[in-house]
């Protein structure tokens, strides 16, 4: 059998925490000199540098067309361009990294940088918001729960939600729809039709896939540097044999053990995480949220400088997480991301390696708000606790469609059945012959 290490006893923590002891005097509980390392450095961290991201051509609610004026504008389907619905002029948002600089500089971030749209949500945010029609001066109500644009009552301008808001509802960039309803649609067929023969009857007899809904679902996307430490323990293979005789008999074998260490510096780019607290509920008893990280990736690279007539016609979410809800998550991806980083050099130990310690150090991180394309198909499944809320989704952007299709438990239990007669009968015409 192999040879192992002896186990050995974890390092001694350092000293306990301040509130051991009181402070000395005229020193200030607080006094970062008397933290333990990682509250110091949190406390001497310079607060999080912003980005303004704001769309200053867009004034007073309105989103005009740059050649007539007219607030009749939407998005062309299937492109990133947006349409005059009066003169008919076409043109191309700007793109978010283009406009302020955001795909660069990712091996030279420090601290933490924030997009303007990604600023915390104030406590007290309200959904309702005000604006005055830069037409004619009426006062318009929009709910941003709901919808990001409006139509003044009357003079008939379209005012959208343009300026930064302290709820979350207005992102730094959008990413445009690519794929059309119809293309859904039949994907979302395609992809039921594979699986129909186990499929539960009363979600086959109420399968409507045109009630298909386009949302613009709210994510941050993160630039990061960082590095990471792995220590563990290697094993090459040497030896390999068999002791023992009859049900006695055992394979066993000899490895060279190592103590391995790697250290690797790298860089994410474009690192797209879910900031709603809802859509984060992965809880497979209730519903299949999960389908949607069964999409990715998004082509975030192309997404555009807010504008809120692209959300016409469209459902949103509003972002209720900010940076600090979501660090945690962006540490454990980076942890993944280094140990892929580190696999390849770690090859020629053929019976693998056992990471005993890992470290991640973030040194730098950029934060900005993003609405993401998807198309949902959503069927309720009665059952205990309320049932199961099953979903289909397309990405808004490749057509990838993942989805989860209630099932006949009897059907599979007969296909099962089946299967192992068959299994069964093919065996004893082997051993007959």
């Known amino acids: 059998m192999a040879s192992r290490p002896p186990s050995r006893a974890t390092a001694p923590t350092g000293p306990g925490s301040p509130q051991d002891m009181p402070p000395a005097p005229g020193q200030h509980p607080l006094d970062p000199g008397t933290m333990p390392q990682p509250i110091r450095d949190e406390l001497l961290a310079p607060d999080p540098a912003a980005i303004d991201t704001a769309s200053k051509e867009l004034r007073d609610g309105l989103n005009p067309c740059p050649r007539c004026g007219s607030t009749e504008v ?57 604006y005055k029609c830069g037409g004619c001066g009426a006062e318009v109500v929009i709910n941003t729960e709901t919808a990001m644009t409006a139509r003044c009552h009357w003079c008939r301008h379209v005012l959208g939600v343009n300026e930064q808001i302290d709820n979350g509802a207005v992102p730094d960039a959008v990413l445009p729809f690519h794929i059309t309803k119809d293309d859904a649609v039949a994907r979302i067929r395609q992809f039921v039709g594979k699986r129909s023969l186990f499929a539960l009857k009363a979600f086959k007899d109420g399968f409507t896939p045109e009630n298909v809904v386009g949302v613009y679902l709210p994510y941050m996307v993160v630039d990061a540097r960082g590095n990471a430490d792995a220590t563990g323990v290697g094993e090459i293979e040497t030896r390999r044999y068999t002791r023992g005789e009859g049900k006695n008999k055992q394979t066993v074998y000899d490895a060279d053990v190592w103590r391995v260490q790697r250290h690797v510096d790298f860089t994410v780019d474009d690192l797209a995480l879910e900031s709603s607290a809802e859509r984060g509920k992965l809880d497979t008893r ?15 690279k192309n997404a555009v400088k807010w504008n809120a007539s692209y959300l016409v016609g469209y459902s949103s979410e509003k972002r ?10 962006v540490q454990e991806q980076m942890l993944a991301i280094a140990r892929s980083r580190m696999q390849p050099s770690v090859q020629r130990y053929d019976r693998g390696v056992r990471w005993e310690r890992e470290r991640m150090d973030l040194k730098g991180t950029r934060w900005v708000s993003m609405y993401l394309p998807v198309w949902l198909y959503a069927y309720h499944q009665p059952g205990p606790g ?18 989860s299709v209630p099932v006949q438990p009897w059907k599979l239990l007969l296909a099962a059945l089946s299967l192992g007669t068959v299994v069964e009968a093919l065996a004893l015409w082997i051993i007959a012959r």
């Open 320 to 329: 209720d997480r900010d940076v600090q809800h979501l660090m945690p998550r």
């Open 386 to 403: 309320g049932g199961l809320l099953h979903y289909i989704a397309v990405n808004g952007r490749t057509g990838e469609t993942m989805g």
């Open 74 to 130: 939407r998005h062309r389907p299937g492109s990133d361009r947006l349409i005059c619905l009066y003169c008919r002029h076409e043109w191309a948002a700007t793109r978010v990294e283009e406009a302020f600089g955001l795909g660069e500089g990712i091996a030279e971030l420090r601290g933490t940088q924030v997009a303007s749209g990604a600023r915390d949500i104030a406590a007290d945010a309200k959904s309702l918001r005000s």
């Open 286 to 300: 209730s519903n299949t949220h999960n389908v949607i990280n069964t999409i990715l990736p998004f082509d975030t």
